[in-house]
């Protein structure tokens, strides 16, 4: 009961004071100097109003919860760095934070790391120039001490063994997968897997000579060893000249001295450790991206200028054998099969095989190099680095698995000098290039298949990977001759700010592009065997060549005028 009410009325049944109630009352009139009916009303409304308060049950009131923007996704940018002019000084893995371009963690790793790759976002290894593999937690609380070590094979002693004369670093590649991580060796040509934590070695999976790079999605049954047959670690002759195997298809993936050399594509049972195919692909094959429902594989072939399609769920390529009326679906639609997408018109002569609109816009040579798949639309984008140009490619399915009937539809658009990657919003609407000579970033807007705008970054950019899952997303530039990444705002499509790390940048991977499913990139592109070198190339001349130690150089500085790699290791000497 309140205290008003006790004041007024007593206590209770026993203790009521009518008149002593009545003064009060009266002397509240007085007060108030109202109307008795309107007193009355009103002391009856603020006797029942104050009852209901003190301990007595109240009504429960649900508050309104306002709305907001929508929250900043859960993703950061893992950037591994190296220093220039030493083979021996420490590497760093910084992670950067998406919602306020914040550096969380950086770490040392291993001696000089020349690639990486991650998981699903959780764990980094980066392949170090001592031939090791650091275990790098990809964490805001990621400290030097939680980095764990791997060992790989011994790198062969320089003129011991025919295969590896100059005594390199047989391991190209990492690529990290459900079951394991796969070093590739290029010398022994098999796959190392490490299992475990830290990894350690497991076993040795033998696959086609010079395997580069890898390719897997989570939830599949098996990855891809994408070989060039090309041989990596001794010299070949190419247009006239003797070159380093390992960046012949960097030097001129088109040159007819390479026309025999055409890839495979090895399938590997990630469960049983055993290959399960061999697939044909064409020549000088760099990188190779999957599709999140695990059908569809795409391996670019830069000397070819093609693209090759594998159906993975059949551990082929994309072809079918259809009756003369056609192949047609349950629901009585028909479609066709893809083995090969044509890039340029070169590789329209040389296959027959023309896009379903045609070749218009299509340039002479292509020479792919990176690619990235967009589920929101169900294209790829390819950037070519020989071209300029990158093209836009409808990939989609039916709802059976089946190329749609507008599969193979490619727009080409020009981009700046020399297009070293390429990255895809989340919802499909632009793609931005890294244009490695020209220094800028290219935007397009994937509907109109036009240029929006070109932005000029810090140093020559070599790769480009975005987030995006709010009011706006980010776009992270690394550009291996400087130590700044640049951060691109997408809402505005402006430069917002640069961060610096330790060292130059050799490549960077997001966590996510939409803040909540995995990234499908996974590995990182070391320079050769078909992909850009980390400076440009008007770096390189008769006094600085394209060979396997250069193209990994950081600074003009570190490279050698030696017409092949005979140096031990990048940095150790010149000769």
């Known amino acids: 009961m309140s205290k008003f009410f006790q004041q007024y009325f007593g206590a209770g049944p026993g203790d009521v004071r009518p008149a002593e109630s009545s003064d009060r009352f009266s002397k509240l009139y007085s007060k108030f100097q109202v109307p008795h009916t309107v007193a009355f009303c009103a002391a009856a409304a603020l006797i029942a109003g104050l009852s209901g308060c003190g301990d007595n049950l109240r009504p429960t009131v649900t508050p309104i919860t306002g709305t907001g923007p929508a929250a900043q996704p859960l993703s950061y940018a893992f950037v591994v760095s190296a220093p220039t002019n030493s083979s021996t000084a420490a590497g ?75 005594g390199l670093d047989p391991v190209v590649a990492l690529f990290g997968a459900s079951t394991g991580l796969f070093a590739l060796d290029v010398n022994l040509n098999e796959l190392d897997v490490l299992t475990g934590s830290p990894d350690a070695f497991k076993l040795d999976v033998p696959v086609d000579p010079t395997p580069v790079t890898a390719v897997g ?87 070819s200028d093609t693209i090759s399609v594998i159906n993975s769920q059949n551990d082929a390529l994309d072809s079918c054998v259809c009756p003369p009326a056609g192949c047609v679906n349950q629901n009585g639609q028909t479609y066709t099969c893809h083995p090969t997408l044509p890039l340029s018109l070169t590789a329209v002569s040389n296959t027959g095989i ?40 409808d990939v989609s399915l039916d709802e059976y698995g089946n190329d749609s009937q507008t599969f ?123 992909q850009p070198c980390f400076l440009p190339l008007s770096t390189f001349s008769s006094a600085a060549p394209v060979t396997l130690a250069n193209c990994s150089a950081l600074s003009a500085s570190e490279m050698s005028s030696a017409t092949l790699s005979t140096a031990a290791r990048r940095g150790s000497k010149k000769i």
Request: aromatic share 6%; with cysteine.
């Open 92 to 166: 760093y893995a910084t992670v950067i934070d998406y919602s306020g371009d914040t550096i969380m963690a950086t770490a040392a790793t291993g001696p000089s790391p020349k690639t990486f790759a991650i998981n699903t976002g959780t764990v980094g290894w980066t392949l170090n120039e001592d031939g090791t593999v650091s275990n790098v937690p990809i964490s805001t609380q990621l400290q030097e001490k939680n980095i764990t070590y791997s060992t790989l094979n011994p790198i062969p002693a320089a003129g011991t063994t025919s295969t590896d004369p100059a």
């Open 408 to 530: 193979g539809t490619t727009y080409t658009v020009n981009v700046g000098k020399n297009p070293a990657s390429v990255t895809v919003l989340n919802d499909g609407s632009r793609a931005y290039t890294a244009n490695q000579t020209d220094g800028t970033v290219s935007i397009i807007n994937l509907s109109s298949h036009t240029i929006e705008t070109t932005l000029a970054v810090t140093g020559n950019p070599r790769t480009v990977v975005s987030t995006q899952n709010s009011l706006y997303g980010k776009v992270y530039v690394v550009s291996p001759n400087s130590p700044y990444i640049t951060v691109i705002r997408t809402d505005q499509d402006i430069v917002s700010t640069t961060v610096l790390v330790q060292g130059n940048a050799i490549d960077a991977r997001s966590t996510t592009q939409d803040g909540s499913t995995s990234n499908t990139n996974l590995i990182s592109r070391m320079p050769g065997a078909g």
């Open 354 to 393: 023309a896009p379903p609109n045609g070749t218009t816009g299509l340039p002479q040579i292509a020479g792919p190099v990176y690619a990235e798949y967009n589920a929101a639309t169900q294209q790829l984008v390819v950037s070519n680095f020989d071209g300029s140009t990158v093209n836009i490619i």
């Open 217 to 303: 999605v989570a939830g599949a049954t098996r990855i891809y060893s994408i070989s060039q047959t090309v041989p990596y670690l001794t010299p070949i002759t190419l247009d006239g000249a003797q070159v380093d195997g390992g960046v012949a298809c960097s030097i001129d993936p088109h040159s007819a001295d390479l026309a025999g050399f055409t890839g495979v594509a090895d399938g590997v049972n990630t469960s049983l450790y055993t290959v399960t195919s061999h697939i044909p692909l064409g020549v000088c094959p760099d990188y190779a991206v999957g599709t999140p429902d695990t059908r569809r594989i795409y391996v670019l072939n830069r000397g």
